[in-house]
């Protein structure tokens, strides 16, 4: 999956709110060679449709599609604009949203181009489903990658994609 990945800067100094972005998995939104400024936020400051940044292996800037509460904890569906798959992550992975991206020649972006507010009643409910199932994939089959998520991350996506 090809992900959109904040400079060294940001990690460096949890101060510094301005990030350099490389990669292309939110491209149109957000390109590569584009700066974004960051603001903290906590997990019940972000809502749809927001571009999160969020640590993995590395600090990833993509956004959020859905956020819910299962068994009392909340749960996040992140995706690329550009990625073909998005993932489950969890509050704690959350770092901040962006408030306001520059292009490559340090000029704002009109927030048109990159910000949305509403996802649909039928993207929803496709959340739902996959957030649910990755959910129990996790609780109950383990952490492993198994036949089941394989598959559900497969139809899921996909149907997601034709829709």
Not at 49 to 74: M, Q
Not at 154 to 161: I, N, P
């Amino acid at each position: 999956m090809v992900e959109t990945a904040i400079s060294s800067d940001f990690i460096a100094n949890p101060d510094y709110t301005f990030a350099g972005v490389k990669g292309e998995s939110m491209s149109p939104a957000v390109k590569n060679g584009w700066s974004i400024d960051i603001a903290r936020a906590r997990p019940e400051d972000i809502k749809t449709g927001d571009i999160i940044i969020f640590r993995k292996k590395l600090l990833i800037c993509h956004r959020l599609l859905f956020k819910a509460r299962l068994f009392g904890r909340y749960y996040i569906i992140q995706k690329g604009d550009n990625a073909k798959t998005g993932s489950v992550i969890t509050p704690e992975d959350i770092i901040g949203k962006v408030s306001a991206v520059f292009d490559e020649n340090g000029r704002r972006v009109d927030e048109s181009i990159w910000r949305i507010t509403h996802i649909g009643t039928r993207n929803a409910f496709f959340y739902r489903v996959y957030l649910f199932a990755c959910v129990f994939k996790r609780f109950v089959l383990g952490p492993r990658l198994n036949r089941f998520t394989c598959l559900v991350d497969r139809f899921l996506w996909q149907a997601r994609r034709q829709a």
